[in-house]
């Protein structure tokens, strides 16, 4: 009786949130608002207008672009830099990434994990992912997927919350991941509003892969010395 109250609870509440986040993207849309956030130079000129109120504005944009997967986190990013530049500008859109993550693995946690735990097929495989040899590759691909702006974050924020993978380990996965994607993106915050959609591509093919070279050393660096070990 208590798992089936609870079991609907979790459904009311999931409809309540999955409700009010469409009721918002449609008042987004209707406002004109959506479009804004679309729009670099629009964006940065009414960001820029808010005064003490624009950093703020920053964080709650970048959570609701995490939150809410059609609205784009990148043109937040962007007008963040170029108006607050590298070190601020970072900071603003770390805090807003961060807490958009923390939010989305909170919300598919609460209310999709007991129900795909359910599964007698999928069971076997959540049990195997809650080992904490697991758990570490977890956080390898959580951080990895950080490091490369074509990899969608609330996609891959919102399927952690349905693993095993403890929440501790997410915020250090992805907050490790983060900073240095959001750094780069928010120095070039400039060029890359200018930048054409070819340009923007080819910026972000470029940051990808120096937010990844740091992993891909060490890959080599652990397969290198595999080698010499099991030569000698």
């Not at 929440?167 to 930048?195: C, D, K, N, Q, S």
Request: hydrophobic share 55%; net charge positive.
């Amino acid at each position: 009786m208590a798992s089936t109250l609870g079991v609907k609870h979790r459904l009311i509440l999931g409809a309540s949130v999955l409700i009010g986040l469409v009721t918002l993207y449609w008042i987004l849309m209707e406002t004109g608002a959506l479009s804004t956030l679309t729009n670099k130079q629009a964006l940065r000129e009414w960001v820029g207008q808010l005064g003490v109120w624009g950093p703020l504005t920053i964080i709650a944009m970048m959570i609701a672009a995490i939150v809410m997967s059609p609205i784009p986190s990148g043109p937040i990013a962007m007008v963040a830099g170029a108006i607050y530049g590298p070190l601020w500008g970072t900071v603003y859109v770390v805090l807003g990434a961060e807490a958009g993550a923390l939010l989305a693995f909170g919300i598919a946690r609460l209310l999709g994990y007991e129900v795909i735990h359910r599964w007698s097929r999928i069971r076997p495989m959540l049990d195997w992912l809650g080992k904490e040899r697991s758990q570490t590759g977890l956080m390898l691909v959580v951080f990895a997927s950080r490091l490369v702006p074509f990899i969608s974050f609330d996609a891959v924020s919102y399927a952690a919350g349905l693993t095993p993978l403890a929440f501790w380990r997410f915020l250090i996965a992805t907050l490790a991941g983060v900073v240095p994607t959001a750094y780069l993106i928010v120095m070039f915050g400039e060029v890359l509003i200018t930048a054409d959609s070819r340009g923007l591509t080819v910026a972000l093919i470029l940051l990808s892969g120096i937010t990844l070279l740091p992993l891909l050393a060490k890959l080599v660096w652990a397969l290198h010395r595999k080698r010499r070990t099991s030569s000698n």
